[in-house]
């Protein structure tokens, strides 16, 4: 009996382990079903509910990511596909800067003159726009850290380009050039890259 009943809840932690994973890519949230090469211990509601939060967490609230010496090697390891940081310059700028056209330099190319400084990413959703160096392609991903205007990280999108924004460098939209109070170039900025291109 206590055999029959022990293979009964082998039969059930297999069945509920296989509908834990199905679920999982079904919902095309796949990344590491909580690293769930052990999810035979998955054996309440309540564990695999816990497993569910930790999956739909952002990758980046997850990650740690080591700060590269320069922005060369910041790069090769995004290149690989991992999150990679380096510490730069941020400034800012507004479409109706001198010399600024007023659109995005990547495609598609959104009108900034408006007043849009965000991009909605399909991944990452509502997102601040940056310019930066020819090297990060359109549609990088970057967390900005330690701005001294925010009290918290944001996370932007390369869409811009400019001849001054180069390698360690960045520049953040902003609504209009006046709508910049308080923010000047800031040295110790900390960027990951979260995503290289679309």
């Known amino acids: 009996m206590k055999k029959l009943i022990r293979n009964y809840f082998h039969y059930l932690s297999t069945v509920i382990c296989i ?30 509910r816990m497993a569910n939060t930790y999956n ?9 990511t080591t700060i590269y010496e320069t922005f060369e090697e910041a790069f090769a390891v995004a290149q690989s596909g991992r999150v990679s940081s380096f510490i730069g310059k941020l400034t800012g700028y ?36 940056v310019a930066a160096d020819q090297t990060l392609p359109c549609g990088s991903i970057i967390r900005l850290s330690n701005i001294d205007i925010y009290n918290t990280s944001i996370v932007a999108i390369v869409m ?29 900025i900390q960027f990951d890259i979260l995503r290289l291109g679309f």
């Open 160 to 188: 811009d380009r400019g001849s001054s924004v180069n390698g360690k460098h960045l520049d953040l939209l902003f609504e209009t050039e006046k709508d910049m109070q308080g923010m000047h170039t800031q040295d110790n």
């Open 94 to 129: 507004g479409p109706d800067c001198k010399g600024c056209g007023g659109f995005s330099a990547c495609p598609p190319k959104q009108n900034f003159k408006n007043g849009n400084i965000y991009y909605d990413d399909s991944k990452y959703g509502k997102v601040r726009i």
């Open 56 to 64: 739909s967490l952002p990758s980046q609230a997850v990650s740690s």
């Open 19 to 48: 509908f834990v994973i199905l679920f999982c890519v079904a919902s095309g949230n796949i990344r590491e079903t909580v690293t769930t090469y052990n999810v035979n211990n998955l054996k309440s509601i309540q564990a695999m």
